[in-house]
């Protein structure tokens, strides 16, 4: 698991250099219980909630293995539905009776995740694909970084314990340049860009600043991430072929529009495009 770009001191305690014993009063420190005594009427603090939102256009035939492999941890499911001019919907109501429909306003996986993350009422908010292509078993990983105090979580399918059964040569090629840019422009030491499983607190929706409207959504999200300071978390992801149908995502096409992206977010264009004006 890889953390970049952290503005805080990591969460876990540093390892001894070398391996060595620590000093004595560190010894004494680490002696003691590892909470504090508590008294009979202590409650824990509240378990952070967490919303799932699914974006999705015509992906009745997938919905089922989806929604069967969403852990307990999950608190609300949020379907955002493009139009689908089959029974994603219903089939949806059908595997999780509790899922909350939302329309999504305007066209575009963008779109779809701005409408989700504004409807979301969770402290944590998941992102996920409806093609299975993704394993939702993977998302207490990404929440037990967000619990230790990061603030955006990213899928990567190229660190150990990530890999890619889909991903194509040019697919791959054109994340590796890209990721390459991203990196050097903000200094960071990130190994996946586009893909689009994501976790973050809610609270720093806002920050965030979302606008795109495609699949280049989620490289402004990690390029608004990186420009805002927030913690970010690497963890290692799994990365499936679609299980029916077909994808909307045009390698070629869509990798232009994340380069305008990228080249329209880079740090100091925006203040360049103010002076001009």
């Known amino acids: 698991m890889n953390a970049s770009h952290l503005t805080d001191p990591s969460p876990f305690p540093p390892p001894s250099r070398n391996g ?38 015509n992906e009745a035939r997938n919905i089922p293995w989806v929604f069967e492999q969403i852990p307990d941890c999950v608190d609300e499911v949020l379907l955002v539905d493009g139009d689908s001019s089959d029974a994603t919907v219903h089939m949806a109501r059908q595997c999780l009776p509790t899922v909350r429909h939302v329309r999504q306003k305007g066209p575009g996986k963008g779109n779809a995740l701005r409408t989700g993350f504004l409807a979301a009422d969770g402290d944590y908010i998941v992102m996920i694909d409806a093609d299975g292509s993704m394993l939702p ?74 606008h795109s409207t495609g699949f280049e959504i989620e490289t402004e999200m990690i390029a608004h991430a990186l420009r805002s300071g927030l913690r970010i978390a690497e963890v290692p992801s799994l990365e499936l072929p679609r299980r029916s149908g077909h994808s909307n995502l045009h390698a070629v096409s869509d990798g232009r529009r994340v380069l305008r992206t990228l080249l329209a977010e880079r740090p100091g264009a925006q203040s360049a495009a103010a002076r001009s004006d």
């Open 137 to 210: 078993e993977e998302i207490p990983h990404f929440l037990h970084f967000l619990d230790n105090g990061y603030d955006f979580v990213k899928g990567s399918r190229f660190i150990a314990g990530g890999g890619s059964l889909d991903i194509t040569r040019i697919r791959r090629w054109g994340n590796h340049a890209l990721l390459a840019m991203v990196n050097r422009l903000y200094d960071a030491h990130l190994t996946d860009l586009c893909y689009g499983y994501c976790a973050f607190r809610r609270s720093f929706l806002d920050d965030l600043d979302l």
């Open 20 to 57: 060595a014993a620590p000093p004595p009063a560190a010894r004494r420190w680490t002696d003691r219980p590892a909470h504090p005594l508590r008294r009979a009427e202590d409650r824990p603090p509240p378990r952070a909630t967490v919303s799932l939102v699914v974006p999705a256009r």
